[in-house]
Every structure is written in C-alpha cells, then in structure tokens.
C-alpha cells in the first residue's frame, strides 16, 4: 500500500502541477539508456537489501547507521547520475 500510494502521490502531484506528460523517446540510444538505467536501479536495490524506503527512510529513524550510508550513496549516484544525463545529452 505504501508503494501504490507513493506512485498515486507523485501522479497527483505532478498533475496539480501540471507538469503530468507522457512521452516517447525520439532517439532509439534513450531506450537503451532506459533499460541499463533500470537493470542498474534494480541491482542497486538487490544489494541494499531493499528499496530506499525500506533502506533510507526506515533506517534512519531506526538509528541505523546503515542508513545514514545509504543516504550519502544515494547523494552520490544522483550527482553522478546528473553529470552523466548532461555529458550524454
């Protein structure tokens, strides 16, 4: 339930925002980039033993050091991610 009300949250959200829009890449490399994108973000919760709700926002108000650690992981890898989004783009 927790999960379908986060993707409900962000579809409502971004709706009342009017930000809400489905898009098709026009380059065929994005579908590529989408799959690699995916199989990594799926290894990465492989390995942290969960999602980053069950990682990050149940560890830490845990006091789980482990948490702490994932959140600077998850810090880095969006930054990473970005500087890769911008060279690539």
Do not use: H
């Not at 993707?7 to 980039?33: D, H, I, M």
């Amino acid at each position: 339930m927790l999960d379908a009300g986060l993707v409900f949250g962000a579809f409502w959200a971004a709706t009342l925002a009017s930000e809400f829009k489905l898009r098709v890449p026009r380059q065929p490399k994005r579908y590529f980039q989408s799959l690699v994108g995916g199989g990594l973000l799926g290894y990465g919760a492989g390995i942290a033993l969960g999602c980053t709700i069950g990682a990050f926002f149940s560890a830490i108000p845990s006091l789980g050091f482990n948490g702490w650690l994932f959140g600077i992981g998850l810090l880095g890898g969006a930054y990473l991610g970005v500087r890769l989004i911008r060279i690539l783009a």
